[in-house]
């Protein structure tokens, strides 16, 4: 039973463009949000969250959009470097509770000069 | 100000030799959560820690895997008499407490093979 879901396993964007990554949710139940980046051989590194109680949040380049009737958030990076180019991953969780985070499977972004 | 730390970075086991996996969350971190991620695939919950207490440990298999996080020293992911299928990246992941958003930070990972 896959609650959170990255239906796209890949994109690739030019550089300077914008990058548009999607994440769907089916638990009703996680209000809180978040993206992670990874680079091969190391640990999930933090980007950006978003509570339910918002529909979007930015933080410099990234911006985090929530629609809830939908149970859909999408990750926006604008303009898109070369140093983009990861594995990113949607993660949800319940704010009470034991607060586990439940990934969805990843989107490889390339980033293309 | 260190993030986490996890180690060894790498570790190879024989089929049914066992595995300790460490985990030293951030300062200040009193919460830590341990994940799985298989080749290929998101990573998936397994147990989550607070000093002394196992708080959630709904995905943990039944058998051979076993956590613990003592009052002094690390986490420790402990894995009996391992198979080939438990090869996998292992990630800790910390944070401060159960009354803030939960913005886990994540440690390197060990990356455990089974030959």
């Known amino acids: 039973d896959q609650q959170v879901k990255q239906n796209s396993p890949s994109l690739s964007v030019q550089e300077g463009r914008i990058s548009i990554l999607n994440c769907d949710y089916t638990n009703s139940m996680f209000d809180y949000f978040l993206w992670y980046k990874k680079y091969p051989a190391e640990g999930p590194t933090f980007l950006i969250s978003?509570?339910?109680?918002?529909d979007k949040n930015e933080d410099g380049r990234f911006t985090v959009f929530l629609n809830k009737s939908a149970k859909h958030l999408s990750l926006h990076i604008v303009p898109s470097q070369p140093g983009d180019s990861a594995v990113y991953f949607c993660?949800?969780?319940?704010?009470?509770?034991?607060?586990?985070?439940?990934f969805g499977q990843g989107t490889r972004l390339t980033i293309n000069p | 100000n260190a993030g986490v730390m996890q180690n060894p970075r790498h570790l190879v086991r024989r089929r049914g030799q066992e595995a300790r996996l460490r985990c030293s969350p951030m300062k200040g971190h009193s919460h830590v959560y341990w994940y799985r991620q298989l080749p290929e695939e998101g990573l998936k919950f397994m147990v989550y820690?607070?000093?002394?207490?196992?708080?959630?440990e709904s995905g943990m298999p039944k058998e051979r895997f076993s956590a613990e996080f003592p009052k002094e020293g690390p986490s420790i992911l402990r894995i009996q008499q391992v198979v080939r299928g438990d090869s996998a990246a292992y990630f800790c992941a910390s944070s401060p407490g159960r009354d803030t958003y939960n913005e886990q930070f994540f440690g390197p990972g060990t990356r455990l093979t089974v030959l």
């Open positions: 978003i509570s339910s109680i918002k």
């Open positions: 993660a949800a969780s319940e704010v009470r509770g034991a607060q586990k985070l439940v």
């Open positions: 820690l607070q000093k002394e207490n196992i708080i959630d």
